[in-house]
């Protein structure tokens, strides 16, 4: 046997290419030929997240060409609709005839389906027996959709998930930990479906209670611990209490997903990598749709996977697509997904989207990631106020923990927004008030507008193990529907 031993050989890339350290090192051009990438590349698929904007264009349109056409043939309820509006796969040449004529879909209109013919509706595009893993949305905006996944679609997903973790720095020979509870919510399967596509040994942290997720984390040694940001830091504070620095563990990246995280929120991505002395990444992702945006690595937003996804920003109000730079709602179609096809899908997230970043990526850009959602953005005296900017101003505060709330209510005005957050347990009863009337102050000199806020005692909000409930709308339903029909900054 020649000196590369089975031992070494490690598939990659291509199917069937196998490969180890001494072959690596040929010329640029095998490793184009073979499939092959360096350990030291700053992308996963160079070609692909560096491509040209107007190749990718040229690639997105046979995409959605294609997709529409095979929506319209196996997808009955886009039969149904394009029928009904006469519209024909052929009448799609353009994006903009994408944008303009398929028509926009919400969540609602699957929901009010599924009933009919269950558990999918008639959205379902692939015979039922070649659905390989059935998922869920969390639900945290209501009933949860159901959601099919061919064998294909998991690993698509499942490399939607590798873009971001190879770009800042995790590499097969790394171990993930995943501190979840694993359940229907698509979110943390498809990352685990990430991991097996990369190649790193997966460790569950399923049924462990946050004091167990830190003792297998020191027994274990993983180098990746995937959880939501805030838990991330619950995880921290258990391990400060157990005596436990976690700055000294094996643990080297941590990665996010399920709420505004590191990107979106610089002041937590901060206190995340203080406290487990790792580099944090993240991911934003619509469960039903794709893990379709990894964070850059200039720190200051996410990238659209535009390898399997299309998005464009609307005017929620008017339905037009906005200008790049401006405020709109993110309309997503996932170019891949066979099992359930999703066109033009509104994600109700608030996004500013540009195409161009130093990081040298020409994929979309979000800024700043998701800035709100369509029904939690609210106009406070004429000023719109997003969620995710109060959220920075209370990551960055001193004294002020990671334990906080935003409750909408409204009153004769409009939108009342109240922040509720506890103080760390350092800051003494006494001073709590004059923590929170400075924080009220931050936030009406970064925001110009100035809102409630209430101090609460350590404790006294509730912990969450999966996604964190940020924002608590206690708006009248009425008002909620009629805010979301309409769009933000109408009252």
């Known amino acids: 046997m020649s000196a590369v031993t089975t031992a070494t050989v490690r598939p990659k890339g291509r199917a069937g290419v196998a490969y180890s350290p001494d072959r690596v090192t040929g010329t640029d051009t095998r490793r184009r030929v073979l499939g092959l990438r360096s350990s030291s590349s700053r992308f996963w698929n160079e070609r692909i997240e560096t491509m040209p904007r107007e190749r990718l264009a040229a690639l997105q349109l046979q995409r959605l060409r294609a997709l529409v056409d095979y929506a319209y043939h196996y997808s009955p309820f886009y039969r149904e609709r394009f029928d009904r509006i006469g519209l024909r796969p052929e009448h ?4 903009d005839d994408f944008k303009q ?36 949305t969390s639900g945290t905006t209501g009933v949860p959709l159901a959601i099919p996944f061919s064998m294909y679609d998991t690993i698509r997903y499942g490399e939607s998930w590798v873009y971001g973790y190879w770009a800042i720095g995790i590499r097969p020979s790394d171990s993930f930990y995943f501190a979840y509870s694993w359940g229907l919510f698509m979110g943390f399967w498809s990352a685990y479906w990430g991991v097996r596509r990369l190649g790193c040994r997966v460790i569950s942290g399923g049924g462990r209670d946050t004091r167990g997720h830190v003792e297998t984390i020191l027994r274990l040694k993983p180098t ?28 080297r990246f941590t990665y996010h997903a399920g709420e505004p995280g590191p990107t979106a929120l610089p002041a937590l991505r901060k206190q995340i990598e203080e406290a487990w002395g790792a580099v944090a990444g993240e991911n934003y992702g619509i469960a039903e749709i794709d893990a379709l945006g990894m964070s850059c690595t200039e720190g200051d937003g996410v990238h659209i996977n535009e390898m399997n996804t299309f998005t464009w920003a609307m005017d929620p109000a008017t339905g037009k697509e906005v200008a790049e730079g401006e405020v709109g709602e993110n309309i997503v179609t996932s170019v891949a997904n066979t099992s359930q096809v999703l066109l033009n899908y509104r994600s109700h997230d608030l996004v500013r989207l540009r195409l161009s970043c130093p990081c040298g990526r020409t994929w979309a850009k979000l800024d700043g990631t998701v800035l709100g959602r369509t029904d939690h953005m609210v106009t406070l005296r004429g000023t719109n106020v997003y969620p995710t900017a109060v959220q920075n101003v209370l990551a960055a505060t001193p004294g002020v923990s990671s334990f906080y709330e935003l409750v909408l209510t409204r009153g004769q005005g409009g939108d009342v927004m109240t922040v509720r957050f506890e103080p760390v347990a350092e800051v003494p009863e006494a001073e709590r008030d004059a923590l929170g009337h400075a924080l009220g102050e931050r936030i009406r ?42 769009g933000p900054g109408e009252t």
């Open 445 to 486: 000199s970064a925001l110009g507008v100035r809102l409630e806020v209430e101090p609460l005692a350590p404790g006294a909000l509730p912990r969450y193990d999966a996604k964190s409930r940020r924002v608590v709308d206690r708006r009248p339903n009425e008002v909620r529907r009629e805010l979301e029909r309409r």
């Open 224 to 251: 990746v611990v995937i959880c939501t940001p805030s838990y991330a830091l619950r995880i921290a504070s258990v391990a400060a209490e157990m005596g436990v620095d976690l700055r000294n563990s094996s643990v």
């Open 101 to 136: 004529k398929v028509p926009i879909t919400d969540k609602n209109d699957f929901l009010a389906l599924q009933p009919t013919a269950p558990p999918y509706g008639p959205t379902l595009a692939i015979p039922q027996e070649f659905v390989a893993q059935h998922g869920e």
């Open 92 to 95: 799609i040449r353009t994006l």
